[in-house]
């Protein structure tokens, strides 16, 4: 029987949607649910070295965001905010996306002053724009985005214009072990903000390991499911590359998996559904896997999640794996989000964390 979509709505307070981060990354709030003794507690994410152990592995997307966000102006003065989304195969040729799009059609320019140019060259049925950037001296486009872009923040996150926010937003939108080398997202791993160093260290002295993925965020995790049905909703796709390293730790544990954000998951169980054994190289795919309730997991046994927006596909992975095999998860996660906003959880990006354990 299909799923109603109506069964992963529900409603937030608005003052629960976290405009800012905690003051210290592990100082958020952790929602402990042990899934065996169906019980759930109340700690900081600070405390979460008290629920692993030697031989544990955290997987964790390593994505670094771009401040992907530029601002310029068409020849007649008119504002232009483009959105670099992913690179084309030519030099300093992006796909974007453009507002106000219905002004600049297919040969339209905008620029900022001497930094940038850019022409767009064709679009595609979604809306997305393939813009060719000329720079001076042919720096790139990605070393101008460096320099003067914004943090591609999600739509619910308010921001002003204040420098102050935007120097915040380039530190606390990024996790402390992303690889700054690979600028391949356009939002946050979230699940992964909540580590500091310090937190990494009393971990790794515990005997708890770590291991990469690297999948390529994309808008897409923002995009509310409209269909009636969950199973009529068509999912975005994205590319993530897994080393050999992080390969053999999925096939070969040494004790739990446990994934660091929904990102991770995706990349991992994409992953295991081709593969039953680890490749000589490093495996790189696009996922375009749809995780809901009844689903099992093959290479996840525990999760570290944020509080995820009404109608998202990132609702339907976390009630999957509150019950895997059974749609059971379902009303436990309404019942979960239920107390969170009773306790005032703080939500989304900036919000608190979920152990699930």
């Not at 409603?11 to 405009?19: D, G």
């Not at 999925?250 to 994409?270: C, F, K, N, Q, Y």
Request: proline residues 7%; glycine residues 8%.
């Amino acid at each position: 029987m299909p799923l109603s979509t109506d069964l992963f709505d529900y409603t937030l307070p608005p003052h629960l949607v976290a405009q800012t981060p905690a003051a210290r990354r592990d100082a958020s709030r952790l929602m402990v649910v042990d899934r065996a003794s169906h019980t759930v507690s109340h700690r900081v994410f600070a405390e979460l070295p008290a629920f692993l152990r030697a031989g544990d592995t955290l997987f964790r997307n390593n994505a670094a965001v771009l401040p992907a966000r530029l601002h310029a102006r068409r020849p007649t003065g008119g504002v232009v905010e483009c959105l670099l989304l992913r690179p084309d195969a030519a030099d300093n040729t992006w796909w974007c996306l453009v507002r106000p799009g219905k002004k600049l059609p297919v040969g339209a320019t905008f620029s900022q002053g001497d930094e940038f140019t850019g022409t767009i060259l064709a679009k595609d049925a979604e809306g997305a724009a393939l813009v060719g950037f000329t720079t001076p001296r042919d720096a790139s486009i990605t070393g101008v985005a460096n320099r003067l872009g914004d943090v591609p923040l999600p739509p619910y996150i308010e921001r002003a214009g204040d420098p102050a926010d935007r120097t915040r937003d380039l530190e606390r939108y990024q996790t402390v072990y992303a690889n700054r080398a690979r600028q391949v997202a356009v939002a946050a791993p979230t699940a992964g903000l909540h580590f500091t160093p310090d937190l990494l260290e009393t971990l790794a002295g515990q005997g708890v390991t770590t291991a990469d993925v690297t999948l390529h965020v994309g808008l897409g995790t923002f995009k509310p499911i409209t269909a009636d049905t969950i199973e009529a909703h068509a999912i975005h796709r994205e590319i993530y590359e897994l080393p050999v390293s992080t390969q053999r730790g999925l096939l070969a544990p040494s004790g739990r998996r446990i994934a660091v954000g929904t990102t991770t998951v995706r990349s991992v169980e994409d992953f295991l559904a081709r593969h039953e054994a680890p490749l000589d190289h490093p495996h790189v795919a696009e996922a375009g896997i749809f995780i809901y309730p009844p689903r099992t997991f093959r290479g996840v046994d525990a999760l570290i999640t944020n509080f995820h927006q009404p109608r998202s596909t990132l609702l339907c992975l976390v009630a999957a794996f509150l019950a895997p095999g059974s749609t059971d998860g379902i009303a436990w996660l309404r019942e979960l989000y239920a107390e969170a906003i009773a306790r005032e959880y703080r939500f989304f990006s900036y919000g608190d964390a979920m152990l699930i354990l």
